[in-house]
């Protein structure tokens, strides 16, 4: 079964750090662009960040640059998103998804996402 598993949310402090990893089954990594993307309470789907198939390539939502890292690492067919300097705002389920490319539309199914909640 081709999935994507999300995984590494959890509530912080206004401030604080977490590392998200999306890890995949039964398919390779390597041969697609990765994204990430979040969803708040009553609120639409938004893109975060995407790499590259090869890495070589990055891009970031405004609302995140500066502050979210996304990395890849294809031996362990696994993306993640380093994010520093976590807002409020950022609350959210975060979800990734396969792309053949970043300016591309997502394939296959999406995973459960991982819920990253950031509150004093």
């Known amino acids: 079964q081709l999935q994507l598993v999300e995984s590494g949310g959890g509530s912080v402090q206004p401030g604080g750090s977490l590392r998200l990893s999306c890890a995949a089954s039964?398919?390779?990594?390597?041969?697609?662009?990765i994204a990430w993307l979040r969803q708040a309470p009553g609120k639409e789907r938004e893109g975060v960040s995407c790499?590259?198939?090869?890495?070589?390539?990055?891009n970031y939502a405004d609302s995140v640059k500066g502050r979210f890292t996304i990395s890849r690492d294809n031996a362990k067919n696994t993306v993640y998103l380093q994010m520093n300097s976590l807002k409020p705002e950022d609350t959210a389920v975060y979800y990734c998804?396969?792309?053949?490319?970043?300016?591309?539309?997502?394939?296959?199914?999406w995973g459960q996402g991982t819920q990253v909640t950031v509150s004093s």
């Open positions: 039964g398919f390779t990594l390597a041969g697609y662009a």
């Open positions: 790499i590259s198939n090869s890495g070589g390539s990055t």
């Open positions: 998804a396969r792309r053949l490319g970043c300016q591309s539309p997502v394939v296959g199914s």
